[in-house]
């Protein structure tokens, strides 16, 4: 069946009359298939299409295998590529299609009436052709640095900011955990001497570049290797990431020259293959809005709603299958023409765990892009330094800007904490950072939820595993209590929306007031920070719109 959509781009090809014409031009078009009929894999012999990584996280997590794991039918692809004489670019399972290359638009007519096609879209033009691009980049004989400063080195201010040294101290440091890395090239991974553990060691475990279809994603760009080095660069005394002994997958998904739809694309298909291989994170620092080909193809703001855009699907599908998908918040926090100051897709995606930038004292940056997504749900949903972030480049390290290197900071620190909880699920780890951001009772439209804090996520997460009993006149519980340091309040799952914590002394004076809003069945604790308090004895009232609770609190 053809649909309307698909009559109305036949029309419209058909009465284009001054195409471009070039030996290799390339018309991209995305076709979706309307079904999976009589496809020779089975949901009950999942080991032929995933790894057993893939299935190991899934049955950690209890997730099923549903159709959306089975690949896409061959023998439709292969009847694409005969009827039109196009080259194959990719393929999406979770969305049932195949992107191809044609060098004339006007074969596309060839498919018209074909009963196993539900739809097709133009998504992209490319005046030189895409695929089997030479490589101009030769690996770079590399040294080994030595150095005897302290351990972080100029990494020390984006660390601390969140906590994040707590992970790494308690000997978490994303060890047999696999992060895929979406980007435009990762140049300086051969030449940087910050990245040779990284590759000594043998934990770049794939890598592929969907834009030019091979496996070499060293070159085109220098931009995923500065942002993989706030993760994997392990440089002790100079430059340590935030998950410095993680696996990677790195992903080549951009195109430089142009953006096109067809790049939302490969990131679906990027996804795929970081499920397949099993793939824990995915961290993608790009975002997009306006496209510059086809015409009119570029994202309204009412699109970008966590849900319509194809990489905004591709996310939340990552996130079902068990995957933690951090996103940038995009750099648009000045007004871009035709744009304005909105976030960027993926990260409106309902499930990515969105990323804003600060500077090194937990202010929002000028550039940071603003949510909430056209939902109004708050995006981005924490934020890291991404004002003069330390970042490697091609033999040594430099300052940049942009949440392109706040989001991985995240992404690798949000990788050590699974390590410490490998029983925890994707939705309980997104939570515990912004249940434990610096703004959780009151976020900001740029800075979301506020700045992670990776001692009070460990916390949470290992209290969450031992709730504490609860009664109707018990609905909070504080401990410890005595206290030295911070306490953590947890709350009866019974005692959903917002919860009202004052805190005063004896006399009566208010210390602090905080208001967090709590989800049904899952309110795992939150931090009281108190650990400045003089000892003494203190009031803490708990009020929520059905119930009010009075404890006394002893500080030591």
Not at 290 to 305: E, N, R, T
Request: aromatic share 10%; proline share 6%; net charge negative.
């Amino acid at each position: 069946m053809i649909l309307r959509k698909v009559k109305w781009l036949f029309v419209l090809l058909a009465s284009m009359q001054s195409l471009v014409t070039s030996a290799q031009q390339q018309y991209a078009f995305q076709i979706t298939f309307s079904d999976k009929n009589n496809t020779p894999y089975s949901l009950s012999t999942p080991s032929v299409y995933l790894s057993p990584r893939a299935l190991a996280r899934r049955t950690v997590q209890g997730i099923a295998i549903d159709s959306t794991d089975l690949p896409v039918n061959a023998a439709y692809v292969d009847s694409v590529i005969t009827l039109t004489g196009g080259v194959f670019h990719e393929t999406s399972k979770w969305l049932n299609m195949c992107m191809i290359l044609l060098s004339d638009s006007s074969q596309i007519l060839t498919l018209a009436g074909k009963p196993y096609i539900k739809d097709i879209a133009l998504v992209g033009y490319y005046g030189s052709g895409l695929h089997h691009r030479s490589s101009n980049t030769t690996p770079v004989a590399r040294t080994t640095a030595t150095c005897d400063l302290s351990y972080y080195g100029n990494t020390c201010p984006q660390t601390v900011l969140v906590n994040g040294n707590y992970l790494h101290d308690r000997g978490y440091n994303g060890e047999g955990k696999l992060i895929a890395v979406f980007d435009a090239g990762f140049i300086d991974v051969q030449t940087n001497p910050g990245f040779d553990s990284l590759l000594a060691s043998g934990r770049i475990v794939d890598t592929f570049d969907f834009v030019w279809h091979d496996s070499n994603v060293f070159r085109q760009d220098d931009h995923g290797g500065m942002v993989l080095s706030t993760m994997a660069g392990y440089w002790p005394g100079t430059y340590v990431g935030s998950a410095p002994k993680a696996s990677y997958a790195l992903y080549l998904t951009e195109y430089d020259s142009s953006d096109e739809p067809l790049e939302l694309d490969n990131m679906l298909c990027a996804a795929e293959r970081a499920d397949s291989i099993g793939a824990d994170v995915i961290t993608e620092s790009l975002g997009y809005d306006i496209f510059d080909y086809p015409p009119g193809a570029g994202q309204v703001f009412s699109q970008l709603d966590g849900k319509t855009t194809i990489a905004a699907q591709a996310a939340n599908i990552a996130t079902k299958k068990g995957m933690l998908f951090v996103a940038t918040a995009g750099n648009d926090g000045t007004p871009v023409p035709g744009w304005g100051t909105h976030i960027l897709t993926p990260g409106d995606a309902d499930s990515a765990l969105t990323i804003g930038s600060t500077d090194n004292t937990g202010a929002v940056s000028a550039f940071s892009g603003y949510g909430p997504n056209a939902a109004g749900q708050i995006k981005p949903d924490v934020s890291a330094m991404g004002s003069s972030a330390l970042v490697l480049t091609s033999t040594y390290f430099t300052s940049a800007n942009g949440t392109s290197f706040s989001t991985p900071q995240v992404a690798g620190w949000a990788t050590c904490l699974w390590q410490e909880n490998p029983t925890a699920t994707t939705g309980q780890i997104r939570q515990a950072i912004i249940k434990c951001a610096s703004q959780y009772g009151s976020p900001g439209s740029q800075i979301g939820y506020g700045v992670p804090n990776f001692e009070c996520t460990s916390q949470l997460l290992n209290v969450r595993d031992t709730p504490p009993p609860f009664t109707a006149e018990k609905w909070v519980i504080a401990t410890p209590n005595p206290f030295t340091n911070d306490i953590l309040l947890s709350v009866s799952p019974n005692a959903p929306g917002n919860v009202d914590f004052q805190l005063t002394d004896m006399a009566g004076r208010l210390i602090s007031a905080e208001l967090f809003y709590l989800f049904k069945g899952y309110n795992s604790p939150v931090i009281l920070p108190v650990r400045a308090l003089p000892a003494g004895i203190y009031i803490l009232k708990a009020t929520s719109a059905t119930q009010q609770q009075v404890l006394k609190l002893e500080k030591r």
